[in-house]
T-cell receptor, first 112, second 111 residues
Framework: GDSVTQMEGPVTLSEEAFLTINCTYTATGYPSLFWYVQYPGEGLQLLLKATKADDKGSNKGFEATYRKETTSFHLEKGSVQVSDSAVYFCALSPSNDYKLSFGAGTTVTVRA | DAGVIQSPRHEVTEMGQEVTLRCKPISGHDYLFWYRQTMMRGLELLIYFNNNVPIDDSGMPEDRFSAKMPNASFSTLKIQPSEPRDSAVYFC?????????FGPGTRLTVL
């Protein structure tokens, strides 16, 4: 079945450091790919998405490119801030379904 | 737009009691999803509706769990009787244009 694997955390960084969170997927067809972010005590918020190969999603300085050849959708940010401390979830939605399959989540802590 | 609204935000109850969680989706969204989040299992899809009709309830853990969507603006998730292992954060999400939007969640504690 469809699944998402993302790098395990926790990840601890200093402010202004570069952040990468790896995400790979297994799916048939052409799924849509998402990154959601969950701040402490809150629900999940859509961070960015891509719906076809080579699409780049971007938001709030974060980027991720849909790579079909490597079945990956890695999240990157060039210079993190303390306010980026959160749990990040990679997810996919199959092309023929409306469900979301989530990765386990990666906890990111940014220190001042 | 107010986003997806869930109530209550926190619920503490005793084992054996009935618990009802409520959700108001974003207006105009035709899909509604209920998820459960725990440390052990992560995010699990429990059930989802399309145009108020349940489409897939294969994630509902037991008969103690039931969900309804009587109209396009309201859904409930009921647990009867509740057990300590039901303690989790329950999220509701609604969907439009290929994207799901999540509510703030209800943190349920069953003592």
């Amino acid at each position: 079945g469809d699944s998402v694997t993302q790098m395990e955390g926790p990840v601890t960084l200093s402010e202004e450091a570069f952040l990468t969170i790896n995400c790979t997927y297994t799916a048939t067809g052409y799924p849509s790919l998402f990154w959601y972010v969950q701040y402490p005590g809150e629900g999940l918020q859509l961070l960015l998405k891509a719906t076809k190969a080579d699409d780049k999603g971007s938001n709030k300085g974060f980027e991720a490119t849909y790579r079909k050849e490597t079945t990956s959708f890695h999240l990157e940010k060039g210079s993190v801030q303390v306010s980026d401390s959160a749990v990040y979830f990679c997810a996919l939605s199959p092309s023929n379904d409306y469900k979301l399959s989530f990765g386990a989540g990666t906890t990111v802590t940014v220190r001042a | 737009d107010a986003g997806v609204i869930q109530s209550p935000r926190h619920e503490v109850t005793e084992m054996g009691q009935e618990v009802t969680l409520r959700c108001k989706p974003i207006s105009g969204h035709d899909y509604l999803f209920w998820y459960r989040q725990t440390m052990m299992r992560g995010l699990e899809l429990l059930i989802y509706f399309n145009n108020n009709v349940p489409i897939d309830d294969s994630g509902m853990p037991e008969d103690r769990f039931s969900a309804k969507m009587p109209n396009a603006s309201f859904s409930t998730l009921k647990i009867q009787p509740s057990e300590p292992r039901d303690s989790a954060v329950y999220f509701c999400a609604s969907r439009a244009r290929g994207t799901q939007y999540f509510g703030p969640g209800t943190r349920l504690t069953v003592l």
